[in-house]
């Protein structure tokens, strides 16, 4: 979707290496959701966010939503193999709007 | 539990047949959803629904109808298939006020159109 833009769409990253993935928007999110998805498999869902400002943790992934609430940063520390996949970024426009996503970023991990 | 089951897994359709995908949710959401999901472009939403008797159009609602008779069921219906429709469609669901949680999503139909 063009409403949700994230960047960069691919990622080449060394093992142990920390990486950093957005999502923009140009309008107010009302929910921020981030999924993960291994080649060819089903969605994995990661983490969701409401506040601006907010910040959740889950093992090694970390994921911010700006107090505007018009962007979100996704942060892996120490990326393992097992962080390898497609992360997607998903929003509701409105309340009780359509959720909507971003084209994804494809995440490698060199050993 | 059985969360959100799409049926089928995998499915073959020549040129200008018609086929429905299903999909049935047991959680009591309101909200349903399908997406498709073709290489380098994310997940588009096709059509959604926020309760029985109501949808609506997505992203990319051309060539696919659906209804929401029940609160379980979203059926997807492609009326005449075509190459273009060759492609992975996820079903999800989630409560209304979308935002107050998380969509759960079903394993997804392949479909490839000849």
Not at chain 1, 17 to 40: D, M
Not at chain 2, 22 to 39: G, I, K, L, T
Request: net charge positive.
């Amino acid at each position: 979707s063009q409403e949700l833009e994230q960047s960069p769409q691919s990622l080449i990253v060394q093992e142990g290496k920390n990486l950093t993935i957005n999502c923009t928007s140009s309008k107010t999110l009302y929910g921020l959701y981030w999924y993960k998805q291994k080649y060819g498999e089903g969605l994995i869902f990661l983490m969701m966010l409401q506040k601006g400002g907010e910040e959740k943790s889950h093992e090694k992934i970390t994921a911010k939503l700006d107090e505007k609430k018009q962007q979100s940063s996704l942060h892996i520390t120490a990326s393992q193999p097992s962080h390898a996949g497609i992360y997607l970024c998903g929003a509701a426009m409105g309340r009780d709007d359509k959720i909507i996503f971003g084209k994804g970023t494809r995440l490698h991990i060199l050993p | 539990n059985a969360g959100v089951t799409q049926t089928p897994k995998f499915q073959v359709l020549k040129t200008g047949q018609s086929m429905t995908l299903q999909c049935a949710q047991d959680m009591n959401h309101e909200y349903m959803s399908w997406y498709r999901q073709d290489p380098g472009m994310g997940l588009r939403l096709i059509h959604y629904s926020v309760g029985a008797g109501i949808t609506d159009q997505g992203e990319v609602p051309n060539g696919y109808n659906v209804s929401r008779s029940t609160t379980e069921d979203f059926p997807l219906r492609l009326l005449s298939a075509a190459p273009s429709q060759t492609s992975v469609y996820f079903c999800a669901s989630s409560y209304a006020g979308s935002y107050n949680s998380p969509l759960h999503f079903g394993n997804g139909t392949r479909l490839t159109v000849t």
